[in-house]
């Protein structure tokens, strides 16, 4: 297998796996992931895509006032509009590839509710919509014969060359560089820099900090959605989701004293965007000195609950709790990232052949507050964004694949692993110092720290493996967050 290619992308989540599948067909393409291709955090969406499809009583201008609402008004207009205005098209399309959405008695699709909309417009295949697509995506991606893939494969560096790039790619602890005539970053979120998170073990940020470090412009990294209900065990680093689809069936919110609380701080009670409602229960928890907080549906059908939400009702059931009868524990956890590797409406970075799509890019179009359901919406209509640019500037093309240049990368076989805790300690800084509600003077004391730390392992020699990769990557996603706070 030859190590160039036109095309390489790191990431097999929505995003990436949908680029790779609107490329043109006779372009070499190479699919790198971190771990297994299913482990991304596409596949652990649960809720749902919102889209306005086939409507009755809905249309584009009422979702881009949702997320116009949500994310505070700061939306990117110009990418907010193609997001709205695309989403039919993508559902249609990957319907097409077979992705399951639910259907009614009547055979109509299945649209539900969720926190900030205004109209039922959540399609969904039960509770686990993202498991659904990334899986039918995969298949489509493995069938296709210009298309490699390479799981366990991490990405180490990234250096820009006369013809496009060179990337330095770890598989099975052997360094081997690869050439492309441009890159698709889609690497996911950054959810690991923090101590409790629903996020997947690869989201350490790895893909920004490759656009970052080859000069990429980075913006909004602080904007940080925390979501309101994660189950809450007080132990585990990966908290598992308790999809915003549950309060949009009508699950009350409940504090300490078993009472509903969203009255006192907005009208729209637990139906609020994520950062309204995990901040009235932060700003509960300091009122009643408590953190005990709980999601309430069991006054609903008990049959209706274990259909619709099969995959919570049996996780719940194995942590001992029967979300039919029982009320579940809940507190805030990060969730998901707005900020990102900067891109125009093509997905197009500020370094000329680079792109980014899904959760490492910032499109705009969430503003400082991602809608519920606006994320695999975004990865789908930006990851055909940048196939449809690509495929634009490879007609005008005409240096043969054999011609790529190869950038060198310095790697010291015998160089030292890297001390221990590091990524332990940077958590701890980021829980503290920059949560729901940020604590300025502990960020102040954090950004000294982790940039001692970011700067100990960029200029220090160490030896380039997952734990120096994903250390750095850490400590780069806390100094830029915290840079921009304080």
């Not at 997320?67 to 319907?95: C, F, M, R």
């Not at 979120?189 to 790895?206: K, L, M, P």
């Not at 309430?296 to 029967?322: A, N, V, W």
């Amino acid at each position: 297998m030859s190590n160039n290619y036109d095309v390489i992308i790191a990431g097999t989540g929505a995003g990436g796996l949908y680029s790779a599948l609107n490329l043109p067909k006779e372009l070499k393409i190479l699919l790198i992931t971190k771990r297994e291709m299913i482990l991304c955090n596409s596949a652990l969406a649960q809720g749902g895509i919102a889209a306005v499809y086939k409507p009755v009583d809905d249309n584009i201008q009422l979702h881009t006032k949702d997320t116009l609402i949500a994310g505070g008004y700061k939306n990117n207009p110009d990418s907010l509009k193609i997001l709205v205005t695309e989403a039919a098209h993508e559902i249609e399309e990957i319907i097409g590839y077979g992705v399951d959405f639910d259907k009614d008695e009547n055979g109509n699709y299945h649209k539900t509710l969720e926190g900030g909309h205004c109209r039922h417009r959540i399609f969904h295949h039960r509770d686990a919509t993202g498991y659904e697509i990334t899986s039918k995506l995969q298949e489509a991606v493995k069938k296709a014969p210009n298309i490699d893939i390479i799981e366990n494969a991490l990405l180490c560096g990234l250096k820009k060359t006369g013809t496009g790039f060179s990337a330095d790619i770890c598989i099975d602890d052997k360094h081997d560089t690869y050439n492309s005539r441009y890159v698709i970053l889609a690497t996911g979120g950054i959810g690991r820099i923090y101590e409790y998170t629903t996020n997947s073990a690869i989201a350490t940020g790895d893909g920004i900090t490759a656009a970052y470090e080859i000069g990429a412009n980075i913006k909004n990294l602080s904007l940080i959605q925390f979501h309101p209900t994660a189950f809450n065990n007080k132990h585990t680093r990966e908290c598992f989701l308790i999809s915003e689809a549950v309060r949009g069936e009508g699950a009350y919110l409940l504090n300490c004293d078993g009472e509903r609380f969203m009255q006192n701080y907005d009208e729209r009670l637990e139906l609020a965007p994520r950062d309204v409602v995990s901040h009235s229960i932060v700003s509960e928890a300091l009122r009643t000195n408590s953190d005990d907080f709980y999601l309430d549906i069991s006054y609903k059908d008990p049959e209706f609950i274990r259909t619709r939400f099969p995959m919570i009702y049996k996780y719940l059931l194995e942590q001992g709790i029967d979300m039919t009868t029982d009320r579940i524990p809940i507190y805030p956890c990060q969730h998901y990232l707005m900020g990102g590797i900067n891109v125009n409406t093509h997905s197009q970075t500020t370094v000329d052949g680079l792109y980014a799509v899904g959760e490492c890019s910032h499109t705009g179009v969430h503003g400082n507050n991602r809608l519920a359901s606006n994320s695999l919406l975004e990865a789908l209509v930006f990851g055909r964004q940048a196939a449809l640019s690509i495929a634009e500037k490879m007609q005008n093309c005409d240096t043969p694949l054999e011609s790529l240049e190869t950038a060198e990368f310095n790697i010291d076989p015998n160089a030292p692993e890297i001390p221990s805790g590091i990524r332990t300690e940077i958590r701890h800084i980021m829980q503290k110092s920059y949560f729901v509600i940020p604590n300025m003077q502990e960020a102040l004391k954090g950004f000294e720290r982790v940039s001692e730390l970011k700067n100990m392992l960029t200029e220090g020699n160490y030896k380039v493996d997952r734990n120096f990769v994903e250390a750095k990557s850490i400590a780069t996603m806390a100094y830029l967050i915290l840079k921009e706070v304080i």
